[in-house]
């Protein structure tokens, strides 16, 4: 059985470094993918090591589920830190239930190119396993347009958010006269 997976791609105007640095400083996490996000999908709590993430850096998060009283409480470890290009960690998920748990790993991969205006951004998420799902994860149909349009929904959210602090970080970094010239 194919593994379930959805695939974001963007432009940004920030160089590549500027986007790759956010993702490794997991602590920015809570801003773009937590306090920016919907109430109903988003990172709620984050414990990392300070600085940036590297190759086996771990760490915790929980978040909300969307139309759930549930929660996700992760496991995450960095599988690639290639700066400026490659940012991957592998998350297990758990969603605790009164009689049993769903327990996911999936992986979260985000490939950024340089372009003549900054960068082109992709981010991937893949499902690597799946038990104990929650009911509407079960049924094939209702899987299937999760993964094809809702994840993509949720998860654009905060892709774009991500970006778009990037792209105000590169402008902050730049002398004032090159700030000045681009109003």
Not at 65 to 85: F, G, H, L
Not at 154 to 163: K, S, T
């Amino acid at each position: 059985m194919e593994q379930p997976s959805m695939h974001l791609s963007r432009p940004c105007s920030a160089p590549p470094d500027v986007v790759y640095d956010f993702l490794a400083d997991l602590g920015t996490h809570l801003t773009w993918a937590g306090k920016q996000q919907t109430s109903d999908f988003r990172l709620l709590s984050l414990e990392a090591p300070a600085g940036p993430a590297g190759v086996g850096t771990t760490f915790t998060s929980t978040g909300t589920i969307p139309m759930s009283s549930r929660r996700w409480e992760d496991r995450s470890k960095v599988t690639k830190a290639e700066r400026p290009n490659t940012f991957e960690f592998v998350t297990a998920a758990t969603a605790r239930g009164t009689r049993r748990s769903m327990e996911a790993t999936y992986r979260h991969r985000y490939e950024i190119a340089a372009t003549p205006g900054g960068s082109k951004v992709s981010y991937s998420m893949t499902q690597l396993t799946m038990s104990n799902p929650l009911l509407r994860l079960g049924l094939p149909v209702v899987r299937t347009m999760t993964w094809q349009l809702g994840i993509p929904f949720m998860a654009g959210r905060g892709f774009r958010n991500l970006l778009a602090i990037a792209e105000k970080r590169a402008t902050s970094d730049r002398p004032f006269s090159e700030q000045a010239s681009r109003a």
